[in-house]
């Protein structure tokens, strides 16, 4: 049996996310773009409403919602602004490796603090050197004691000039390759350095930084999980997150579309709306077509997730389809519009730049092909567990 219809309690969490993104987000969404005005009041009262770590379990203060439950409110927040979306969902990306692996008191501590105030956090394995292999990273953490101490750069760090903590990925043993790379949770204050906030093309509200330690003592406590198997971790954790990368990338197809569609209603060109011509018909409804697929791609990644299957190819196949299918409805959104669509005063030029995005971060489009075609051409079995449930 397959089933696609939503809970009520699905439902109107939706409808709640999608009011938010109507009333709050939408409003300010080109200004905030155009400045690269950081969210501050957006994050609080998102957070205050419960649209922020919905993730976080019950124990450790939060609402314990499902993948599938995120992904419905990522899509419209995205749907809203996907800058403003990524600011708010980037606590799950970061917060994934301590729920899947760190020590009880370390859950209690560091999930805890994202439910009794609206801090953010922040994932760290990126750097200049080690962006799609990450097995080339430089960054180290050295033993000594009962400490670690942490070296190194990391860079497009997603609310790293807000975060209050960072999940820090860093190489434990320095000849090992992927597998020699540790995870931590490093606390700001502890000497975290936020370099630049980079000025980006697309997703302007978001914060992306480069960040650097030196010298940064850690207590041994804060290594996540085993020494060595942060490679795994960090890969698991892109598993949990790429079905809400999809969703947000839905969300940006759907505005994209929405608006090409009520234009194409309204421009009359050869007498007639632009609408009634089948070059711009089969435009729009290429574009619906694939949103849909997107969405299906994502539930799928999403509901195996809440299942406790592995999704690695599922969450590949969601992510690559919907991020190409959002910068592809966007491109044409632009099209249906002509040359108004290049102009910042309407808005499908904002969501052309912030597409761009999707393609990109949490593994580019290459690089989710390169799973595809591993786990297609070498299939593990698909009921295969996880080494750690979620
Ligand atoms: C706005 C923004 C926010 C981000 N947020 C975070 C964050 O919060 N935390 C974090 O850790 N990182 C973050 N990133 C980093 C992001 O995940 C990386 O940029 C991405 O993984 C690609 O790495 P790279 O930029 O070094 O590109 P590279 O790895 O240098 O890739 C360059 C090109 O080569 C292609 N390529 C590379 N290897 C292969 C291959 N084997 N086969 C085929 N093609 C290949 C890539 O697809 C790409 O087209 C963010 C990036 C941006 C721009």
């Not at 419960?50 to 203060?61: A, D, Q, R, V």
């Not at 089948?278 to 539930?299: P, V």
């Not at 299957?309 to 992510?319: I, P, Q």
Request: aromatic share 8%; proline share 4%; net charge negative.
């Amino acid at each position: 049996m397959v089933d696609f219809t939503l809970t009520d309690e699905q439902k109107s969490m939706r409808e709640m996310a999608h009011d938010f993104a109507e009333k709050e987000i939408r409003p300010v969404a080109w200004e905030y773009d155009r400045e690269g005005t950081w969210p501050q009041e957006i994050l609080e009262k998102a957070w205050e409403v419960g649209l922020m770590n919905s993730h976080l379990p019950p124990e450790y203060g939060g609402p314990g919602l499902g993948y599938l439950d995120g992904a419905l409110i990522e899509e419209e927040i995205a749907w809203g602004c996907s800058g403003i979306g990524t600011s708010l969902s980037c606590n799950g990306l970061a917060t994934a490796p301590i729920g899947l692996a760190a020590s009880e008191k370390l859950k209690k501590e560091y999930l805890g603090r994202l439910s009794e105030a609206p801090l953010l956090a922040s994932f760290c394995l990126t750097e200049p050197d080690a962006g799609s292999d990450v097995s080339g990273m430089r960054t180290t953490a050295v033993k000594q004691g009962d400490k670690y101490v942490i070296n190194g750069s990391k860079c497009f760090i997603t609310n790293g000039g807000y975060a209050d903590y960072y999940t820090v990925y860093a190489k434990t043993d320095k000849d090992a390759g992927h597998r020699g790379i540790s995870a931590f949770v490093v606390e700001r204050d502890w000497g975290v350095i936020v370099d630049k906030k980079e000025d980006k093309l697309g997703q302007r509200a978001s914060n992306t930084a480069t960040i650097s330690f030196n010298d940064v003592e850690v207590p041994a406590e804060n290594l996540l999980g085993e020494e060595n198997k942060g490679f795994k971790l960090a890969m698991m954790t892109l598993d949990r997150t790429r079905p809400g990368v999809a969703a947000m990338a839905t969300g940006i197809a759907r505005a994209a579309f929405e608006f090409a569609t009520d234009y194409s209603k309204e421009r009359v060109q050869f007498g007639v709306p632009i609408a009634m011509h089948q070059g711009i018909q089969f435009m729009i409804a290429d574009m619906a077509t694939e949103i849909e697929a997107a969405r299906l791609l994502t539930w799928k990644s999403a509901f195996m997730l809440d299942n406790g299957e592995r999704n690695s190819l599922v969450s590949s196949h969601a992510k690559r389809f919907a991020a190409d299918a959002a910068m592809k409805i966007a491109t044409d959104a632009v099209q249906v519009y002509g040359g108004y669509g290049f102009i910042k005063d309407y808005p499908v030029e904002k969501l052309f730049r912030d597409a761009k995005i999707m393609q990109l971060y949490e593994g580019t489009s290459q690089i989710q092909r390169l799973v595809i075609a591993r786990e297609t051409l070498l299939p593990r079995r698909s009921e295969e567990p996880t080494a750690v449930p979620a």
